[in-house]
Structures are given as structure tokens and as C-alpha cells.
Antibody
Framework: EVQLVESGGVLVQPGGSLRLSCAAS????????MHWVRQAPGKGLEWVAGITWNSGNIQYADSVKGRITISRDNAKSFLYLQMSALRAEDTAFYYCAKAAYESSAWIESWGQGTRVTVSS | EIVMTQSPATLSVSPGERVTLSCRASQSVGFNLAWYQHKPGQAPRLLIYGASTTAIGVPDRFSGSGSGTEFTLTISSLQSEDFGVYYC????????FGPGTKVGIK
């Protein structure tokens, strides 16, 4: 069974930094692209960043470009999201998501999410 | 950047009714379109991919159609457990979600 377990969500001050982690199990991690998707309070789903199976292709939403870095450790089956220069509008539930293939494809599985709150 | 729009934004439907949700892409995405259902406190659930292929375990009352820039999700006979927000998503060029359609039960 595919399991994606996010961690690292905390209350952080504006301008601060944090790193989200996603522990993956139940599938061959390095066979699939991975994504981070977020949902701000009262808003819809927003794709944040994606990374192909071998980290050869990475892309970010315009809203986070330059402030967020997605990475993966295939040996440990972990996905990461390094966030810096955080703003109030980054407050959201962040989901780790597994794509159906090694590159661009629909999301097949989702984690339960981790909450990030940016506030002073 | 591909922009996705959905209509209507909200609707309230009686059980047993047929529901049609629309999704439009700002440029052609071919058949690279998925639909998800999202309920409060839960992870989103994949319903449809490839514009019309139903995901494993999804009831056959859900169906998808369309290609290019115009897509439709149909629920043939709405059940009470079908409340939630429905999102379309293109994956032709990375990912973009639509703003969602909130389906409530009358």
C-alpha cells in the first residue's frame, strides 16, 4: 500500500524558513515523479512544485519561485520542500503527492498533509 | 502557464439527480486532464485521468469526457456521499488545478 507521510509543518514567523519532509513507502520511490500541493484556508488546491524521478527536471509555481526548493533522496525514499522568506500567504496545508509515472502525469496518491502557519 | 477554469463555482443537488461539471483550459492539453474529489479533513481522491479513464475503485456513476480545452465530469445519479469540491487538473505541462466546483447535497 502506498503511504506518504508528511512532517515539518509548524508555526513560523514571516521571513522565516522551514523544511517539509515526506516519507514514502509501499512503492519503488525512484520510479515516480513527486509533487507538493497546498491548500490555503478557504482556498482551492494549488500545485507548488514538482520533481521527476531522477531530479533531472524540476518546476515551481510562479507564486513560490525563488523561495522554495524541492528535492528528493531516492536512497531514503524521502521528498523535501525547503521554504524560505515565508509570507502570510504561504499559510496552508501542504500535501506530498505521487505522480502516476516518472515524469509529468496525474497524481495517483496523496499524503494526509502537514499544516504550515506563517504568522507573527 | 496553462490556466484552468471551472463552472459552476457551486451547486446544490438532490440525491439521484444527474450532475455535470465543466472545466476549460486556456490552451490545449490534449487528453492530459484529471478530476479529483476533495472532502474536508481528507486527502484529495483521484476520480478520472486521461480525460475519461475512471480510476480504480471509483464508482461507475462518475464519468469524464472531452479533449483539447473543454472537459466535463458527469455524476449520473448523485449520492449523498458525493458532496465535496471537485477539481480538474491539467498535466500536459507540469500541473495546474482549476478553482474547483463545490457540490452540496440538497
Amino acid at each position: 500500500e502506498v503511504q506518504l507521510v508528511e512532517s515539518g509543518g509548524v508555526l513560523v514567523q514571516p521571513g522565516g524558513s522551514l523544511r517539509l519532509s515526506c516519507a514514502a513507502s509501499g512503492f519503488i520511490f525512484d520510479d515516480y515523479a513527486m509533487h507538493w500541493v497546498r491548500q490555503a484556508p478557504g482556498k482551492g488546491l494549488e500545485w507548488v512544485a514538482g520533481i521527476t524521478w531522477n531530479s533531472g527536471n524540476i518546476q515551481y509555481a510562479d507564486s513560490v519561485k525563488g523561495r522554495i526548493t524541492i528535492s528528493r533522496d531516492n536512497a531514503k525514499s524521502f521528498l523535501y520542500l525547503q521554504m524560505s522568506a515565508l509570507r502570510a500567504e504561504d499559510t496552508a496545508f501542504y500535501y506530498c503527492a505521487k505522480a502516476a509515472y516518472e515524469s509529468s502525469a496525474w497524481i495517483e496518491s496523496w499524503g494526509q498533509g502537514t499544516r504550515v502557519t506563517v504568522s507573527s | 502557464e496553462i490556466v484552468m477554469t471551472q463552472s459552476p463555482a457551486t451547486l446544490s443537488v438532490s440525491p439521484g439527480e444527474r450532475v455535470t461539471l465543466s472545466c476549460r483550459a486556456s490552451q490545449s492539453v490534449g487528453f492530459n486532464l484529471a478530476w479529483y474529489q476533495h472532502k474536508p479533513g481528507q486527502a484529495p481522491r483521484l476520480l478520472i485521468y486521461g480525460a475519461s479513464t475512471t480510476a480504480i475503485g471509483v464508482p461507475d456513476r462518475f464519468s469524464g469526457s472531452g479533449s483539447g480545452t473543454e472537459f466535463t465530469l458527469t455524476i449520473s445519479s448523485l449520492q449523498s456521499e458525493d458532496f465535496g469540491v471537485y477539481y480538474c487538473q491539467q498535466y500536459n505541462n507540469w500541473l495546474t488545478f482549476g478553482p474547483g466546483t463545490k457540490v452540496g447535497i440538497k
